[in-house]
């Protein structure tokens, strides 16, 4: 078995970010202590170096947020230069601090400085915005004059999406983002030149933490029964405890229904949270025939996510059924969890979601822990594998990767892989991407161990987790409340 060490290769190239991912790889790297106003001061210098030989009068173009903030420490070194804000003040409080720490005149759309611009910094709008710009932010961009050249902080504004800035130049932080690369995996024309410099994250930013809930999508006044999702969970026979603790899991995601599929005689057996829908099936012992579960996954508004594996035994029949199901399901993201696994043959075609070995099951699986690149390469966010164990690597395409570590040492108990195959069913129910269920999940798994040891004590077993999932979900930067995205209609 490899170490962790000989993996960084798989684990610490960054990868093509999607675009919230530098704010919630951000938020990781405050918690693990980062000072935010110097990752904003190395921004700033980036910038300038990029501005080196640039034609003067500069012009930097401050939007409300922390893009505007690096325009702002860019200006306080420079000394020929106009700062423009949209805004009156900042969103967030490190670039607040960086406006206030400006001494120079601020201008603004209605006060533009006398002289026409050579040099356009733009600091409008950052990675996570979509979408064309819109109100004060498409009013300065359409009233700067002259034609002068535009360098880009972190992207171009409005990259993509047919009215934005052309940059000769775009600074971009960390790592690519991929709201400026085609379906082709070619640069947007409008980003120019691409620089990718380092603001200086701990490399533990790149792994499972606090920023990650930044993927949580919250709940709403308006909704109704069944929008935040339906899981099915498909497993027992042998095992009846497994299927509930996947069950527990997944509804304390916050989805709405959660419905457990497993053979009769098992059923009987099972002492039913309340929370939980028993979906009966024929079989008495163990699963062989899928055909009611995959109608049910396709009747009414149908399920949004399946678990397979918790407690299911691996009778070949068994195996048969598992395999039939996975290929009778192919648009409905799964987890596929314990015996399930040698069920697959490789990466089956129809399979979206993630694969939980534990490093036994990875070896019968493929073999060794270096051919899962190759195995989900070129799926985006839609392929996923957690080799489990007192630290979990996860592995995702094209570079995603992450480590995850800590938590309380009891967690290494039975049942805690059930547990973690719910939660990522119950985030795939809710519609987050295999990528970003499977690393909300470890960190959520993590941080319920931490509380229910702290509050139990070690004789914690596997029931007692669940509800401090839930508690984990409102532990972090979002806590209760979503979370405020740089978009060009907030302008």
Same mark, same amino acid.
């Given at each position: 078995?490899?170490?962790?060490?000989?993996?960084?290769?798989?684990?610490?190239?960054?990868?093509? +970010?999607?675009?919230?991912?530098?704010?919630?790889?951000?938020?990781?790297?405050?918690?693990?202590?980062?000072? +935010?106003?110097?990752?904003?001061?190395?921004?700033?210098?980036?910038?300038?170096?990029?501005?080196?030989?640039?034609?003067?009068?500069?012009?930097?173009?401050?939007g409300?947020?922390?893009?505007?903030?690096?325009?702002?420490?860019?200006?306080?070194?420079?000394?020929?230069?106009?700062?423009?804000?949209?805004? !009156?003040?900042?969103?967030?409080?490190?670039?607040q601090? /960086?406006?206030?720490?400006?001494?120079?005149?601020?201008?603004?759309?209605?006060?533009?400085?006398?002289?026409?611009?050579?040099?356009?910094?733009?600091?409008?709008?950052?990675?996570?915005?979509?979408?064309?710009?819109?109100?004060?932010?498409?009013?300065?961009?359409?009233?700067?004059?002259?034609?002068?050249?535009?360098?880009?902080?972190?992207?171009?504004?409005?990259?993509?999406?047919?009215?934005?800035?052309?940059?000769?130049?775009?600074?971009?932080?960390?790592?690519?983002?991929?709201? +400026?690369?085609?379906? !082709?995996?070619?640069?947007?024309?409008?980003?120019?030149?691409?620089?990718?410099?380092?603001?200086?994250?701990? #490399?533990?930013?790149?792994?499972?933490?606090?920023?990650?809930?930044?993927?949580?999508?919250?709940?709403?006044?308006?909704?109704?029964?069944?929008?935040?999702?339906?899981?099915m969970?498909?497993?027992?026979?042998?095992?009846?405890?497994?299927?509930?603790?996947?069950?527990?899991?997944?509804?304390?995601?916050?989805?709405?229904?959660?419905?457990?599929?497993?053979?009769?005689?098992a059923?009987?057996?099972?002492?039913?949270?309340?929370?939980?829908?028993?979906?009966?099936?024929?079989? *008495?012992?163990?699963?062989?025939d899928?055909?009611?579960?995959?109608?049910?996954?396709? /009747?009414?508004?149908?399920?949004?996510?399946?678990?397979?594996?918790?407690?299911?035994?691996?009778?070949?029949?068994?195996?048969?059924?598992?395999?039939?199901?996975?290929?009778?399901?192919?648009?409905?993201?799964?987890?596929?969890?314990?015996?399930?696994?040698?069920?697959?043959?490789?990466?089956?075609? *129809?399979?979206?979601?993630?694969?939980?070995?534990? !490093?036994? #099951?990875? !070896?019968?699986?493929?073999?060794?822990?270096?051919?899962?690149?190759?195995?989900?390469?070129?799926?985006? *966010?839609?392929?996923?594998?957690?080799?489990?164990?007192?630290?979990?690597?996860?592995?995702?395409?094209?570079?995603?990767?992450?480590?995850?570590?800590?938590?309380?040492?009891?967690?290494?108990?039975?049942?805690?892989?059930?547990?973690?195959?719910?939660?990522i069913?119950?985030?795939?129910?809710?519609?987050?991407s295999?990528?970003?269920?499977?690393r909300?999940?470890?960190?959520?798994?993590?941080?319920?161990?931490?509380?229910?040891?702290?509050?139990?004590?070690?004789?914690?077993?596997?029931?007692?987790?669940?509800?401090?999932?839930?508690?984990?979900?409102?532990?972090?930067?979002?806590?209760?409340?979503?979370? *405020?995205?740089?978009v060009?209609?907030?302008?």
């Amino acid at each position: 078995m490899k170490g962790l060490e000989d993996w960084d290769v798989v684990m610490r190239p960054r990868w093509i +970010m999607a675009p919230h991912e530098s704010a919630i790889l951000d938020a990781n790297a405050k918690a693990l202590g980062a000072d +935010m106003d110097e990752l904003m001061m190395t921004a700033a210098e980036h910038l300038a170096n990029a501005l080196d030989g640039a034609p003067r009068p500069i012009w930097i173009l401050c939007g409300p947020g922390n893009n505007g903030g690096d325009g702002f420490r860019l200006a306080g070194m420079l000394e020929e230069c106009y700062v423009i804000s949209t805004h !009156q003040t900042q969103k967030t409080t490190v670039a607040q601090r /960086a406006r206030d720490d400006y001494e120079r005149e601020i201008y603004t759309i209605d006060n533009l400085p006398t002289k026409t611009p050579s040099t356009i910094v733009d600091c409008l709008l950052g990675a996570g915005s979509y979408g064309k710009p819109r109100g004060d932010i498409l009013r300065l961009m359409e009233s700067i004059p002259g034609r002068p050249q535009v360098l880009a902080c972190d992207m171009p504004t409005g990259c993509g999406s047919g009215v934005s800035f052309n940059a000769f130049r775009t600074v971009t932080f960390e790592a690519p983002k991929s709201n +400026m690369i085609d379906s !082709q995996g070619r640069l947007l024309p409008e980003v120019g030149d691409l620089f990718v410099a380092p603001v200086g994250w701990p #490399e533990e930013a790149l792994d499972p933490g606090p920023g990650d809930l930044l993927r949580y999508p919250h709940p709403t006044t308006n909704q109704v029964k069944g929008d935040r999702g339906r899981v099915m969970i498909v497993g027992g026979g042998p095992y009846h405890g497994a299927p509930l603790l996947a069950g527990m899991a997944a509804a304390r995601m916050g989805v709405d229904l959660v419905h457990v599929a497993m053979p009769i005689n098992a059923a009987q057996k099972a002492k039913w949270p309340s929370g939980l829908i028993y979906e009966k099936i024929d079989d *008495e012992d163990i699963i062989t025939d899928v055909t009611s579960l995959v109608k049910r996954c396709f /009747a009414g508004r149908g399920v949004q996510s399946i678990v397979i594996g918790p407690g299911i035994g691996d009778d070949i029949a068994t195996i048969g059924a598992v395999k039939m199901l996975i290929k009778s399901t192919p648009n409905i993201p799964k987890v596929i969890d314990a015996d399930a696994i040698k069920a697959l043959d490789g990466w089956p075609p *129809e399979l979206i979601g993630v694969v939980t070995p534990h !490093q036994k #099951e990875l !070896q019968n699986w493929v073999g060794d822990i270096g051919a899962v690149p190759k195995l989900i390469e070129n799926s985006g *966010e839609k392929r996923v594998v957690i080799r489990t164990g007192p630290e979990d690597l996860i592995i995702g395409s094209a570079g995603r990767g992450g480590i995850g570590k800590g938590g309380n040492p009891r967690m290494a108990m039975g049942g805690t892989g059930d547990l973690l195959a719910g939660c990522i069913g119950g985030l795939l129910g809710l519609g987050l991407s295999p990528w970003a269920a499977s690393r909300l999940a470890v960190h959520l798994m993590r941080v319920a161990g931490d509380f229910a040891g702290k509050e139990i004590g070690p004789g914690i077993v596997a029931d007692d987790i669940p509800p401090y999932l839930s508690r984990a979900l409102i532990t972090g930067p979002v806590l209760l409340h979503p979370p *405020e995205e740089e978009v060009p209609s907030s302008s």
